[in-house]
């Protein structure tokens, strides 16, 4: 793909992530929130975490049909842990995320169905390395004091996104099945917090 | 052999540059490792079920006393080095999985500090080891050339006691 192509698709990513959301959305706290990715690699299971996301989301539980997120996630702040500085430098380069031409993800939501209880089945996009594709997390939602919070996770496939392409695409070394989990805790107030 | 195999990759493999053939290499190198640990268990096991068989103690050799040291530190090595790469990798965070299907409980939580502690005690273990099994060579290699005695020829199967010298002394 070529830069401008590459530009476009960064904005496209933006202007969605504007376009999707209500005034009345709220944003995440980055402190609290996290977002971690799992892999396997020769079948030991690795966890990495993304360090910067931001974020708005709006969730109503009487109109679950309408909920939205965005969340966008600075993929050169992925952290496998102290000591594995080698890791996250090659998780930069261009076989994997690709950074300096692709610096961010972004992951929307757009429509929940309620599955019982405190859980919904989430329907979305992840738009990843100038593809986008849908996606299904499975979120539980729960009310703490003055904050309402979001787990959830959803699986992905890494080579769908052209994520560790070249010597890394054997899937016997890193498995092509990637964990993504998220907690999204949204401070109560600026957004309608249903009780 | 599988020690010297585990000591030459675990040389070889911290100088690769990051690849799909270093992880390859990390987890051969770590399965080897719980290999010689589980040999290292059932070698024991069968010696004290055999309580120290007496053919080991036949040959009564000046030098005795210092086998009877060596081999004591060389079954102990056996199961520290191991132990400590086990323990390293748990505090850098990767489990082991015993060729890639058993996965073997972290000893230690994740923890940088322990992961550097834990490296330098298997660096200097490893080098304790390394000694002791090119001494334990040549100690092997002394009886079976200079001594003419059968303890090489116990612990290589197929190989045959040397001639006694005709003239001896």
């Known amino acids: 793909m070529t830069d401008w192509k590459t530009h476009i698709a960064n904005a496209a990513g933006v202007a969605l992530v504007c376009l999707t959301l209500p005034a009345a959305a709220a944003s995440i706290d980055p402190n609290r929130s996290s977002l971690t990715a799992t892999f396997r690699q020769m079948n030991v299971p690795v966890e990495g975490a993304f360090k910067r996301i931001s974020g708005d989301v709006v969730f109503d539980v009487a109109r679950p049909q309408d909920a939205r997120a965005a969340l966008d996630i600075d993929l050169a702040s992925f952290d496998l842990g102290p000591g594995t500085e080698d890791y996250a430098v090659e998780t930069r380069r261009k076989d994997w995320f690709d950074t300096t031409r692709f610096p961010r993800a972004t992951f929307t939501i757009a429509g929940a169905r309620p599955l019982g209880g405190d859980r919904f089945e989430a329907r979305g996009k992840l738009s990843l390395k100038g593809r986008v594709l849908d996606l299904v997390a499975n979120v539980v939602r729960r009310s703490e004091a003055g904050v309402q919070v979001f787990e959830g996770q959803l699986p992905i496939r890494r080579l769908a996104f052209g994520i560790g392409e070249g010597e890394w695409r054997d899937p016997s070394v890193v498995a092509d099945e990637v964990v993504v989990r998220f907690r999204l805790v949204v401070p109560a107030g600026a957004a309608a917090v249903a009780k | ?169």
Do not use: C, E
């Open chain 2, 1 to 169: 052999m599988l020690v010297a195999g585990a000591w030459f990759v675990g040389h070889w493999m911290t100088d690769l540059s990051f690849s799909p053939l270093k992880l390859k290499v990390y987890s051969w190198h770590k399965w080897t490792g719980v290999l010689v640990f589980a040999l290292l268990i059932v070698r024991v096991g069968v010696r004290i079920a055999a309580r120290l068989s007496p053919r080991i103690a036949a040959p009564i050799h000046s030098d005795n006393r210092i086998a009877w040291g060596t081999h004591l530190l060389l079954y102990g090595l056996l199961a520290l080095v191991p132990l400590s790469g086990w323990l390293f990798s748990s505090a850098a965070g990767f489990t082991t999985v015993w060729f890639g299907l058993w996965p073997i409980p972290d000893l230690v939580p994740k923890d940088a500090q322990l992961k550097d502690l834990f490296r330098a005690v298997h660096d200097t273990l490893t080098s304790v080891l390394a000694a002791l099994v090119v001494l334990h060579l040549f100690a092997a290699l002394k009886h079976h050339f200079i001594d003419r005695d059968r303890v090489l020829v116990r612990m290589v199967p197929g190989l045959k006691p040397r001639k006694p010298p005709d003239h001896p002394g």
